[in-house]
Every structure is written in C-alpha cells, then in structure tokens.
C-alpha cells in the first residue's frame, strides 16, 4: 500500500476531507481526525482502545503503538509493509469512531 492508496481509501469515506498542513496529507471527518501521514511508510489512525488492542494482538507487524500514543486513541499503521486489507479496515473504523461523535 502507499500513500495514493490511502489518500483512495479515505478520501472515499463520505464527509471526510483531505488537508495538508505542514506538508504531510491528514483526512478529517467534520474536523476531527481519522488518518494522518507520518512519514513515507507510517500512518496515525484515530482508533478506540478496545479495536487498537485487538488489532495489536492480531497484527504486530501491521500496527504498534509509540509511547507518544499510549494514552490516546490512536495507533499507528506500516503502511509501506503492513497488511492492507487490516489497514483500510482501521481506517474505516476511524471514520465510524468519528461518526459516531455526531
């Protein structure tokens, strides 16, 4: 996967927007994060403890947690080598996470 792919699969979420401050891309649902590039193969997703820690159990070498994020809903994605499939499924949750805010 890369960052086109990405850019694909979250842009296609409905209401969410793409921006690009400090020149790496982010999508937001009504303002509120669900994805943002890190660098050139990482990606922060906005997700709820209990989906992070399953998807962490499930796919070590697809997501992880820095220390940075430990206490906030967010995990972060390889997106140049993990799992696409769980990684477009994390982003969809992020999206839903948001929604679900309205």
Request: proline content about 4%; cysteine-free.
């Amino acid at each position: 996967m890369d960052i086109d792919e990405v850019a694909r699969v979250a842009g296609a979420l409905a209401d969410v927007r793409r921006t690009v401050p400090a020149g790496r891309p982010e999508w937001r649902y009504h303002g509120r994060l669900v994805a943002r590039q890190l660098d050139n193969a990482h990606l922060v997703i906005r997700a709820d403890f209990d989906y992070r820690d399953s998807i962490l159990r499930q796919l070590p070498g697809t997501f992880s947690v820095p220390t940075r994020y430990l206490r906030h809903m967010m995990v972060v994605a390889d997106f140049a080598n993990g799992d696409a499939g769980a990684i477009e499924d994390a982003i969809e949750a992020a999206w839903l996470l948001q929604r679900s805010a309205d």
